[in-house]
T-cell receptor, first 112, second 114 residues
Framework: GESVGLHLPTLSVQEGDNSIINCAYS??????FIWYKQESGKGPQFIID?????DKRQGQRVTVLLNKTVKHLSLQIAATQPGDSAVYFC???????????FGRGTSLIVHP | GAVVSQHPSRVICKSGTSVKIECRSL??????MFWYRQFPKQSLMLMAT?????????EQGVEKDKFLINHASLTLSTLTVTSAHPEDSSFYIC??????????FGQGTRLTVV
């Protein structure tokens, strides 16, 4: 069925390194994508979003890349810090519904 | 970003009792609110979508008589888990959105049924 999925369940990096978290989606009708960060015992926190008419968007230390040809989304975190340790979810929605469908999640572990 | 408050953050209840969870949008009027359920080390699964003043739309497999949702105002939605059982123990998360904007999430409620 249609789904949003992640390639890596766990990613371990050293403090200061750049992190890349990947996500694949299967529904070509998806037109809005969001990355969320979820710390243990808390709700998801919005990080950055991108619409399907763009292929790159940058925020503070984060960049989202969208490749519609292969239905792939990535989140790049520059100079990763211990406070970035969390589970990261990509989510997709379509047709202006803004109802996010969440992918599996990747646990990012940052070692000091 | 907008603030969504969820209460309580943790609740323990006895099997067979009902539990109510509140979700409030503190600084905006939420035309739509969503309820999610999350098991440990798993993703968020959408349970239902509610619009103010109308009945909630439940996802397939979610029992509407088990999970009662009320969205009586533009700033408050409640989820009541009726006759809770241990298998209902989970992390429940709400989110709220204004018209045509992204959803903002509450901090979640950890429900433990004993």
């Amino acid at each position: 069925g249609e789904s949003v999925g992640l390639h890596l369940p766990t990613l371990s990096v050293q403090e200061g390194d750049n992190s890349i978290i990947n996500c694949a989606y299967s529904n070509s009708a998806s037109d809005y994508f969001i990355w969320y960060k979820q710390e243990s015992g808390k709700g998801p926190q919005f990080i950055i979003d991108i619409r399907s008419n763009m292929d790159k968007r940058q925020g503070q230390r984060v960049t989202v890349l969208l490749n519609k040809t292969v239905k792939h989304l990535s989140l790049q975190i520059a100079a990763t810090q211990p406070g970035d340790s969390a589970v990261y979810f990509c989510a997709e929605s379509r047709g202006g519904s803004y109802i996010p469908t969440f992918g599996r999640g990747t646990s990012l572990i940052v070692h000091p | 970003g907008a603030v969504v408050s969820q209460h309580p953050s943790r609740v323990i209840c006895k099997s067979g009792t009902s539990v109510k969870i509140e979700c409030r949008s503190l600084d905006f009027q939420a035309t739509t609110m969503f309820w999610y359920r999350q098991f440990p080390k798993q993703s968020l699964m959408l349970m239902a979508t509610s619009n103010e003043g109308s009945k909630a739309t439940y996802e397939q497999g979610v029992e509407k008589d088990k999970f009662l949702i009320n969205h009586a105002s533009l700033t408050l939605s409640t989820l009541t888990v009726t006759s809770a059982h241990p298998e209902d123990s989970s992390f429940y998360i709400c989110s709220a959105s204004r018209q045509n904007t992204e959803a903002f999430f509450g901090q979640g409620t950890r429900l433990t049924v004993v």
